[in-house]
């Protein structure tokens, strides 16, 4: 069973800057994709970024725009999203999520884990 727990959501200004973690409870987790996903009220679930497994390559939703930095430490079994330059329409809950597989998918309805999501709200 894989256990995911986010943690660095919070309350920040137009421009500012929030980082999330995502710790993982899972055997080999390098075996793993890793995926930020967020929530708006009222709006599905969309693909933010996500990270393939040994290799670590990124892939970036286009709304990023060079704001966002995935990153994965397999020692520690965490995985980050570092987010600057965050807009109003940044917010929402923000899901870690893992699927065993090397290739990073950007639908939600592939991934097998998901944590209980994290808050981030940006104010204008």
């Known amino acids: 069973q894989v256990q995911l727990v986010e943690s660095g959501g919070g309350l920040v200004q137009a421009g500012g800057s929030l980082r999330l973690s995502c710790a993982a409870s899972?055997?080999?987790?390098?075996?793993?994709?890793m995926g930020w996903f967020r929530q708006a009220p009222g709006k599905e679930r969309e693909f933010v970024a996500g990270v393939a497994g040994s290799v670590g390559g990124a892939s970036y939703a286009n709304f990023v725009q060079g704001r966002f930095t995935i990153s994965r430490d397999n020692a520690e079994n965490t995985v980050h999203l570092q987010m600057n330059i965050l807009k109003p329409d940044d917010t929402g809950v923000y899901y870690c999520a893992a699927v065993r597989q090397i290739g990073v998918p950007t639908s939600p309805r592939f991934y097998s884990y998901w944590g209980q999501g994290a808050q981030v709200t940006v104010s204008s």
């Open positions: 899972v055997r080999a987790f390098s075996t793993y994709a």
